[in-house]
């Protein structure tokens, strides 16, 4: 057997249903992956590698002939592909104890899109400073308006004044 089936053997005795690397994957690794029912993602970001083995509870092996069965990510319940728009999107979903998303935005033109995701940064850093400090301080024009109401309700109460 060549070498590339001995390094598929060393991946197919896991009986994986996903297989994901940051680097490209030979046809024939690809034919003898799909024999056994094994999809194969190739040529992602580190980052995004680092993500999915979070959510997967998965640990990244760099060579196949080390994989353990602790390295296995059995977290995930759910695979799929879906099309959006042109473009494919993987999705790992229905994940034990997630702790990684992914949010896709879209918009009308490159500009459109710069500005939702600073609008969406903006608001995930506020999701995330209530959750680990639970406090508020007014802003944003909430001392005028206060004092605006105040003074309304004060003018309510003084007579004469003509």
């Not at 799909?34 to 999809?39: A, E, P, R, V, Y």
């Not at 059995?74 to 999705?91: A, H, N, Q, R, T």
């Not at 104890?97 to 995930?124: F, M, Q, W, Y």
């Amino acid at each position: 057997m060549n070498e590339v089936g001995i390094l598929c053997n060393h991946i197919m005795k896991w009986n994986p249903d996903v297989v994901i690397t940051e680097k490209g994957v030979s046809d024939l690794a690809q034919h003898f992956l799909l024999k056994k029912d094994i999809s194969v993602i190739r040529r992602i970001r580190k980052t995004d590698n680092n993500r999915i083995a979070r959510v997967s509870g998965a640990t990244i092996v760099n060579r196949p002939e080390e994989i353990q069965e602790s390295d296995i990510g059995k977290e995930c319940g759910l695979f799929e592909v879906s099309k959006i728009g042109d473009e494919y999107y993987s999705y790992f979903i229905e994940c034990k104890k997630p702790k990684a998303c992914t949010i896709l935005l879209r918009g009308g033109s490159k500009d459109v899109l710069n500005e939702i995701e600073r609008n969406l940064h903006d608001a995930l850093a506020v999701a995330k400073n209530i959750i680990c400090t639970p406090k508020l301080i007014p802003g944003g024009g909430s001392i005028e308006m206060e004092l605006s109401h105040r003074i309304n309700e004060r003018a309510k109460t003084v007579e004469g004044l003509e």
